[in-house]
């Protein structure tokens, strides 16, 4: 039977590489506290410092508007509206 991959979620990883900048703490310790081998958290540690610079974006990506344009949030808007009626009107004859 074929071995599989343990998969970290992006929480876990994050935590134990903060764990690692931690003066108190070496790698060795952290990866033997969560069962992990020293080059996965060295790995980790790699990634987390090279895309470090990425948390200082001056626009973060939840701020962006999908839509930028008005006209056609103003056409989604109609929609909805009439599409809402409609269902209204629905729910009172089923009433």
Request: proline letters at 5%; zero cysteines.
């Amino acid at each position: 039977m074929p071995k599989t991959r343990k998969s970290y979620d992006n929480e876990f990883k994050f935590q134990v590489v903060l764990e690692t900048f931690n003066p108190q703490n070496t790698i060795e310790k952290v990866a033997k506290k969560h069962n992990l081998h020293t080059t996965q958290v060295n790995q980790w540690r790699k990634v987390f410092k090279e895309n470090a610079h990425l948390a200082f974006n001056s626009t973060p990506a939840k701020q962006k508007t999908p839509h930028k344009d008005p006209e056609k949030l103003t056409q989604m808007i109609g929609e909805l509206t009439i599409e809402n009626n409609i269902l209204k009107k629905a729910l009172s004859v089923w009433d």
